[in-house]
């Protein structure tokens, strides 16, 4: 197996949801809204919506807001790649990896200027071989493609196979076996283990380039 290895950028390289709550506490510090309007928002973003536009439609009404929800998006995805951060541990892992003979890449879904804002912001674009962005590509994982257009950046292809490396069960795991990658799931929030399908859970992104590490494979 080719020493490719494919990682998920939000609540895998970095908190998206530690940054969700201080977008949220400025969100409704800037608009004068109520207290319980942080726990709201949230309780919302744990919802899972399938796009932050509909977040922002519901988020609109709750408060009767008067901007626009092509607004508060844009100003979300303007925003929100300042908050994220990235661990040291994280970004120097990344490194040994590649130093090690690893090929690294990040594959994540979301619109291209939020994650790729997130990816520079953080200093991952200068720890990682490419990225693939479903809003850049047109294509989302699960689907197989993005996968492919990951390892192709990085000089390989999935037929000699890899790993992916994520927190969600459908879009990181079964798609990264969809894809003929071996799996790891970062359970990061202690959730119960159902039929996962993974090769391993961690909790921590740390842990899976130490298992990472121990694999062998053609350089």
Request: include cysteine.
């Amino acid at each position: 197996m080719q020493r490719l290895a494919l990682f998920d950028l939000d609540n895998t390289l970095i908190d998206l949801d530690a940054a969700f709550v201080v977008w949220a506490t400025e969100f409704a510090a800037e608009r004068g809204l109520e207290a319980e309007a942080v726990d709201w928002l949230i309780a919302l973003d744990q919802e899972g919506l399938p796009h932050r536009e509909a977040f922002f439609a519901r988020t609109r009404e709750r408060f009767e807001l008067p901007d626009p929800v092509e607004e508060l998006w844009a100003a979300y995805r303007a925003r929100m790649p300042l908050l994220v951060h990235c661990r040291t541990e994280v970004l120097t892992g990344l490194s040994e990896l590649r130093e090690a003979g690893w090929r690294v890449a990040i594959v994540t879904n979301g619109t291209a200027d939020n994650q790729l804002g997130k990816i520079e912001h953080t200093g991952l674009a200068d720890v990682v071989d490419g990225y693939a962005l479903s809003g850049a590509e047109g294509i989302r994982k699960p689907e197989t493609g993005l996968f492919d257009v990951a390892a192709r950046r990085c000089g390989l292809t999935l037929a000699a196979g890899g790993w992916m490396i994520g927190d969600r069960l459908g879009a990181d795991v079964a798609g990264g076996r969809a894809a003929g990658l071996r799996t790891i799931w970062v359970n990061r929030g202690g959730q119960p283990k159902p039929e996962h399908g993974a090769d391993h859970v961690v909790s921590d992104v740390v842990e899976a380039m130490s298992i990472l590490r121990t694999q062998e494979g053609p350089r």
